[in-house]
């Protein structure tokens, strides 16, 4: 496993991102770690956690990883984020950011980021 986890140390994807909120949607107020989600922590931006789709665990992320994003079409994006959540089954090459309801971010529509491990 540790060889897994070098090789994508250092490397960059570019992903689709999109958005979720907490309760809406089918997505509930724990994440697929188990940990549970503070509506108030969110809101107060205290938590930077996304979804990965199921191909970047395969690609050596793992739950709990630190990841560096960049985005320059929504600079907000831009920095570290937290993995605790898997996306569904059979998406691939997506993110999904854990975002609190009423802030979009300044993004409405899908768009691309690039993610690597941070270090």
């Known amino acids: 496993m540790a060889v897994m986890a070098l090789t994508v140390m250092g490397q ?15 997505a509930g107020w724990v994440t697929a770690s188990g940990e ?9 931006y205290e938590i930077r956690w996304v979804a990965l789709s199921p191909d970047l665990f395969n690609k050596g992320f793992r739950m709990g990883d630190t990841i560096e ?16 959540d898997r996306m569904g089954r059979r998406l691939r090459m997506k993110i999904d950011f854990l ?21």
Do not use: Q
Not at 36 to 44: A, E, G, H, P, S
Not at 69 to 84: D, F, S, Y
């Open 12 to 26: 960059s994807y570019t992903v689709s991102a999109t958005k979720y909120h907490p309760g809406m949607g089918g």
């Open 36 to 44: 549970r989600i503070d509506n108030n922590k969110l809101k107060n």
């Open 69 to 84: 994003v960049t985005c320059e079409r929504v600079p907000k994006l831009n920095g570290k984020w937290v993995v605790k």
């Open 99 to 119: 975002l609190p309801r009423g802030d979009n971010y300044g993004f409405h529509a899908r768009t691309n980021v690039t993610i690597r491990k941070a270090k």
